[in-house]
């Protein structure tokens, strides 16, 4: 079983749709990623959180450290958030540096 | 300012050869981290520099090493080549280390080996 694991692993909306993408871990973290990777490989780091909820524009991404889950929002879809987003997260106790990523979950927004 | 930049962008080897790839952080940026992603495994942590010094280093056998300068540029080397080498090399770069701030990736080498 994966340390992190992601779903889904595709989704596709239509534009205007609240999206969630959710990430679940099995190890203790001292730090949650949020990742968002563009055709092509440029990778664009979207979000660090460690508790609570943090927020970008259109995007939210919350944590809960109890139940080592963590989500990420799209409000308002748009075709140009057709990406993977991926989620990382650093093991507690682990060396510094030492990301564990998730396989990534793979959007479509259809216009 | 810049970003992170990678070179080259892209590069075909052949089994059994080696291979240095090269990475120039945002100005002002002291650490530097290697990742690989290959469609099986996705994103793997390689080893992450910091002023000269090796700080953290991933699970991959020691055929893969890397180096940092004094001006923060960073090289990492792969050895004899093997097929499951072939992926994208990602580096990125942030001020401090890799998860006190935000890292900013650079484009990826794709690295094929034949």
């Known amino acids: 079983k994966n340390e992190v694991e992601q779903s889904p692993q595709n989704l596709t909306a239509q534009e205007g749709e609240f999206i969630t993408i959710n990430c679940s871990y099995s190890?203790?973290?001292?730090?949650l990623h949020w990742l968002q990777q563009h055709p092509g490989g440029g990778i664009v780091s979207l979000f660090m959180l460690s508790s609570g909820k943090k927020k970008h524009g259109r995007l939210i991404a919350t944590i809960n450290i109890q139940e080592k889950h963590s989500s990420l929002h799209i409000t308002a879809s748009h075709p140009r958030d057709s990406a993977v987003y991926i989620c990382a997260v650093e093991n507690y106790g682990g060396s510094q540096g030492n990301l564990i990523f998730g396989k990534g979950t793979k959007l479509s927004v259809k216009p | 300012k810049a970003g992170v930049t990678q070179t080259p962008r892209y590069l075909i080897k052949t089994r059994g050869q080696q291979v240095t790839l090269s990475c120039s952080p945002i100005?002002?940026?002291?650490?530097v981290s290697w990742y690989q992603q290959t469609p099986g495994q996705g994103l793997q942590f390689l080893f992450e520099?910091?002023?000269?010094?090796?700080?953290n280093k991933g699970n991959f056998p020691g055929r893969f090493s890397g180096r940092q300068f004094s001006n923060s540029r960073s090289e990492m080397n792969v050895s004899t080549l093997e097929l499951g080498d072939s992926a994208l090399y990602l580096c990125?770069?942030?001020?401090?280390?890799?998860?006190?701030?935000?890292?900013?990736f650079g484009p990826g080498t794709r690295l094929t080996v034949l």
């Open positions: 100005s002002g940026h002291r650490s």
């Open positions: 190890v203790g973290i001292s730090a």
């Open positions: 990125a770069s942030s001020l401090d280390g890799a998860m006190a701030d935000t890292q900013y």
């Open positions: 520099y910091f002023s000269e010094t090796q700080r």
